[in-house]
């Protein structure tokens, strides 16, 4: 701690050092836990890693979460934030692990993202890739042999690109949590593919973006159905089948749904998630075939309950798919306790969203989202409100 406060009275900071120093001078402007990510991403942005600045930014993010309107000084920063590039997050509201094996899904987005942006490195310096949020600073390892997790994924996007010799300082703004069954992975891959195609000019098409993500997909989840690369691409509501031929049909919400995604706290790991399932699949075929076969119904009807705004019995049918996926062998003992408090607080339906084995639960709550939102709070989650369609 005292070194890193020594260092601020240094006129420049080591380029190494930024994430620590950021955070220790977050924390020396009195930046509260709500903020603090916020906080960091933009002093980090600014590259001021100093204390008037923090104090600058922590009055300015607070002015903007008690005002509709933002400040006059505030216009700049958050111009040049909207112009990065980014990928979206989902929640899937019908369809999970059933997709997998040729069922529909349905998949909203919410207004969560993962945006990225490119600056070019004097050239030997190879790749830098900075996340403030996560607290990495970190080089691609050249050798595709020693890069672990996320590293993989970068280095199939600029191999594939013709970028691999490049060097660039990757900066990433995660707004989509991670592990926890909101589509981060996919997000992520976007966001970076789209950074590159601005920085570089390289004129691709969604269709290319989509398909480059899903091998993305293939690094990080192994057996991925498609769908959170296709959500992470267009961020529209979507009925989803892989296969030949697949079905991707964009669907319009006239009416806005509102949920609460509830998060357990425990990561949400697809790719174990998905053997698991794969597993017993293997062990009980037909068992688990008349399991899909019942949440693929259960999706179309939740479709034609969208369409029809039949919100209650889109909430029911929320509430029996839980209970196949409890079946499946997916759930928690965190995921059944927040559905439980939701159902309790007076939510419509409520199940879990993703792979499971922790993650997040979503809830129907068109009336009383804020009595749902708190109940999970005090029970010691993080819980958010999300306003989709309409």
């Not at 240094?10 to 930046?31: F, N, S």
């Not at 600014?46 to 923090?54: L, M």
Request: net charge negative.
């Amino acid at each position: 701690n005292f070194s890193a406060i020594k260092a601020l009275s240094t006129e420049g900071i080591q380029q190494g050092h930024m994430t620590l120093h950021a955070r220790t001078v977050a924390m020396a402007a009195g930046a509260t836990p709500e903020i603090f990510d916020t906080v960091i991403d933009r002093l980090i942005e600014s590259g001021e890693i100093k204390i008037w600045k923090a104090r600058e930014i922590v009055e300015e993010v607070l002015g903007q979460s008690k005002a509709p309107v933002a400040t006059a000084s505030a216009e700049p920063e958050k111009a040049k934030r909207e112009t990065l590039a980014a990928g979206y997050g989902k929640i899937i509201l019908f369809g999970e692990h059933a997709v997998v094996y040729g069922r529909h899904a349905l998949a909203l987005p919410v207004p969560l993202a993962i945006e990225a942006k490119i600056e070019d490195a004097n050239q030997g310096e190879g790749v830098e890739i900075i996340v403030p949020r996560w607290g990495i600073e970190q080089r691609l390892p050249k050798q595709p042999e020693k890069r672990q997790a996320f590293q993989k994924q970068f280095g199939l996007i600029l191999e594939s690109l013709g970028l691999d010799h490049e060097a660039m300082k990757i900066e990433i703004f995660p707004n989509v949590p991670r592990a926890m069954g909101l589509g981060g992975s996919a997000a992520l891959a976007v966001a970076l593919i789209r950074a590159l195609d601005k920085h570089y000019d390289l004129k691709l098409a969604d269709e290319r973006v989509n398909e480059l993500a899903f091998e993305c997909e293939k690094v990080a989840h192994g057996t991925p159905s498609g769908i959170d690369n296709t959500m992470a691409t267009f961020g529209k509501p979507l009925l989803f089948r892989k296969g030949s031929p697949g079905l991707q049909e964009f669907l319009e919400l006239e009416q806005p749904l509102t949920f609460v995604i509830g998060m357990t706290g425990v990561e949400s790991l697809t790719h174990k998630m998905v053997t698991r399932v794969r597993q017993q699949w293997e062990r009980n075929t037909s068992l688990y075939e008349r399991i899909f076969n019942e949440i693929d119904a259960l999706t179309l009807q939740g479709v034609k309950a969208i369409r029809d705004n039949d919100l209650e019995h889109l909430g029911d049918l929320m509430n029996v798919c839980q209970g196949l996926l409890n079946a499946l062998q997916v759930s928690s003992w965190e995921v059944e306790e927040l559905v439980q408090i939701a159902r309790d607080n007076g939510a419509l339906g409520a199940k879990l969203t993703g792979a499971g084995g922790g993650g997040a639960v979503i809830a129907l709550c068109p009336e009383n989202a804020e009595e749902v939102k708190s109940a999970m709070m005090r029970a010691g989650y993080q819980a958010m409100e999300v306003v989709v369609g309409g």
